[in-house]
Nanobody
């Protein structure tokens, strides 16, 4: 069972950038499709980025497309989420998640393993 640990969250002002990292414990990390999921208070969990095991293909919903970019370094067992032009509505707890398929999932329910989450707070 893969273990995931996010880092890089914090409190920032709107318009700036932030990069989240997620370190995985499994040496077969490249076989996992990875996702980034956020949850804001009172809202449902939302997938904000997905990436295939190879890192060649990514997925973003319209709400973050053009602002968020996911990448991975399989040699370091790490996946990243670069968030640019942050908005107030980007605030929430961000989770890194993995699935036992190389393809990314397009919904939070597609992921079996989750990290503890890291808080991102965007203020004006």
């Amino acid at each position: 069972q893969v273990q995931l640990a996010e880092s890089g969250g914090g409190s920032v002002q709107a318009g700036v950038s932030l990069r989240l990292s997620c370190a995985a414990s499994d040496r077969t990390f490249s076989t996992y499709g990875m996702g980034w999921i956020r949850q804001a208070p009172g809202k449902e969990r939302e997938l904000v980025g997905g990436i295939t095991g190879s890192g060649r293909r990514t997925y973003y919903p319209d709400s973050v497309k053009g602002r968020f970019t996911s990448s991975r370094d399989n040699a370091k067992n790490t996946v990243y989420l670069q968030m640019n032009s942050l908005k107030l509505e980007d605030s929430g707890v961000y989770y890194c998640a993995a699935r036992t398929y190389a393809a990314f999932g397009t919904a939070p329910s597609h992921y079996s393993y989750w990290g503890q989450g890291t808080q991102v707070t965007v203020s004006s």
